[in-house]
């Protein structure tokens, strides 16, 4: 099983993308971002029915994440979008919310979805 991000694109800056990650129902999922030469590192997560949601403080204000459960479905909206948000944006499954911001806990990682922010 892979989670398979998809909806990246080239947006200016200011601008928004909608990223989609087909969660096969998995309780708790992460949004990860991994930007050329850096470490992969924690975006936001979410937990099934929405009951919990937390974020990266470099996101938080700017960045939404939602999930539609019937769907099996969860959405990272990403507004007011920086040059240093691109980065190539991946979504994975994690078992514990005490490990949701542990990247070696995330399993399930799928090819991810360039997000490319510039003018």
């Known amino acids: 099983v892979q989670l398979q991000a998809s909806g990246g694109g080239l947006v200016q800056p200011g601008g928004s993308l909608r990223l989609s990650c087909a969660d096969s129902?998995?309780?708790?999922i992460g949004w990860f971002r991994q930007a050329p030469g850096k470490e992969r590192e924690w975006v936001a997560c979410?937990?099934?029915?929405?009951?919990?949601?937390d974020y990266a403080d470099s996101v938080k204000g700017r960045f939404a994440i939602s999930r539609d459960d019937a769907k099996n479905a969860v959405y990272l909206q990403m507004n007011s979008l920086k040059p240093e948000d691109t980065a190539v944006y991946y979504c994975?499954?994690?078992?514990?919310?005490?490990?949701?911001?542990?990247?070696?806990?995330?399993?399930?990682w799928g090819q991810g979805t360039q997000v490319t922010v510039s003018s």
């Open positions: 129902g998995f309780h708790i």
């Open positions: 979410i937990e099934r029915s929405e009951s919990s949601a």
């Open positions: 994975a499954a994690v078992p514990e919310w005490r490990y949701v911001m542990v990247l070696s806990k995330y399993k399930f």
